[in-house]
């Protein structure tokens, strides 16, 4: 008997087999740096320089952070009073996220992963990642089939509602009939829906 499922072993995607070569690597590296700058400015300033780091990244996570739950909270105030984002001036998908990176980067000992925290603090840097990363999504949720996650968001982003409230009933036309002696379905009036 054939299940139709296959025990063929699966495939290992070259990122995930590249990407434990790639932290390893970059490990070595953040430790080999620290070393060239314990040896030539002493162990204080490397102690120094993770200190400034932990704290520069701690500020800039905070101050991230703050903005975004002021946009959480902006937005909340402002579907209650019925606007949507566009309608007060903002941008949908406005986020911190890039900065709260670059705080995690900060944070994060070595000099690598300062100076990439520093590059993700520039602006003109934040929008050219933020933009091939939504096109890098948009393509890979196009190319989701049917009936998967990707599919669904696909189809949220499709149809995205405007706020609008459009009152309507259920009707559900996949019950049995009435059989002899039972009562027929409810044809009295309704009150439309409301929120």
């Known amino acids: 008997?054939?299940?139709?499922i296959s025990t063929a072993p699966r495939r290992r995607s070259p990122a995930r087999t590249l990407l434990p070569l790639a932290v390893a690597a970059w490990l070595i590296l953040e430790i080999w740096l620290l070393s060239l700058v314990a040896g030539a400015a002493g162990g204080l300033t490397v102690a120094l320089l993770i200190a400034g780091g932990i704290l520069l990244g701690a500020v800039v996570i905070k101050?991230?952070?703050r903005r975004a739950f002021?946009?959480?909270?902006?937005?909340f105030q402002r579907a209650?009073?019925?606007?949507?984002?566009?309608?007060?001036?903002q941008r949908p998908g406005q986020g911190n996220g890039l900065i709260m990176l670059a705080g995690l980067f900060l944070m994060l000992p070595g000099l690598i992963s300062d100076a990439a925290g520093?590059?993700?603090l520039l602006p003109p840097v934040r929008a050219l990642i933020s933009r091939r990363a939504t096109r890098s999504l948009e393509r890979r949720m196009a190319a989701a089939p049917a009936g998967t996650f990707g599919d669904a968001f696909q189809q949220a982003r499709i149809h995205q509602p405007d706020g609008k409230v459009v009152q309507g009933e259920v009707i559900r036309e996949d019950r049995p009939a009435p059989g002899p002696g039972q009562?027929?379905?409810d044809t009295g009036h309704r009150p439309p829906l409301t929120h």
């Open 1 to 4: 008997m054939t299940t139709g």
């Open 63 to 65: 101050r991230a952070g």
């Open 70 to 75: 002021k946009n959480l909270t902006d937005s």
């Open 80 to 89: 209650q009073q019925g606007q949507g984002p566009e309608q007060a001036g």
């Open 118 to 120: 520093l590059l993700l």
């Open 183 to 185: 009562a027929g379905p």
